[in-house]
């Protein structure tokens, strides 16, 4: 499960460039509804976010490659920590999987407390679990934030 975000720039169109280029490197099998949200760290502008489920024939440090080539491709630019982005590509979680590598920590070490990425991860993946606790992440405490907003966006023409 791949999280996207946006802040800068076209967002909406940032998001569905990015599903366009990961749709080239593996299989989309499901999007979630877009999702405006206010930023985590520095002032900045609102965020869009959305989910994608992402069917990748390789290693998961090879999708973080992957992902970090694409974001690069998208002007991502890397200022500051929670800095304001073009784009996020983020691995959220990989189904029965929990790894820690020197790069790379499945899922994301923040995700049960980001509502901006449980909201998304839920529409894609309702029965998604933790795979350390067993807990589903729709029904953890941040998916239902009231600041992740769902909005009439879609990412349709993006795959």
Do not use: C
Not at 37 to 49: A, H, I, M
Not at 129 to 138: E, H, I, K, M, V
């Amino acid at each position: 499960m791949i999280g996207l975000g946006a802040n800068l720039g076209e967002r909406l169109e940032q998001l569905r460039a990015a599903v366009r280029a990961m749709g080239r490197i593996g299989k989309i099998e499901r999007l979630s509804r877009v999702y405006a949200t206010e930023p985590v760290g520095p002032p900045q502008p609102p965020f869009l976010n959305a989910a994608a489920l992402l069917v990748y024939d390789g290693t998961p440090e090879d999708l973080l490659d992957a992902l970090l080539a694409i974001e690069r491709g998208l002007g991502r630019e890397r200022r500051e920590k929670w800095g304001p982005r073009t784009i996020d590509l983020d691995i959220l979680w990989i189904d029965g999987m929990a790894l820690e590598t020197e790069r790379l920590v499945v899922p994301h070490p923040q995700l049960t407390a980001r509502g901006f990425a449980l909201r998304p991860l839920a529409d894609v993946a309702p029965a998604a679990t933790d795979p350390l606790s067993g807990n589903p992440y729709g029904r953890l405490p941040a998916a239902a934030d009231p600041g992740v907003r769902p909005t009439t966006l879609d990412l349709s023409g993006a795959s």
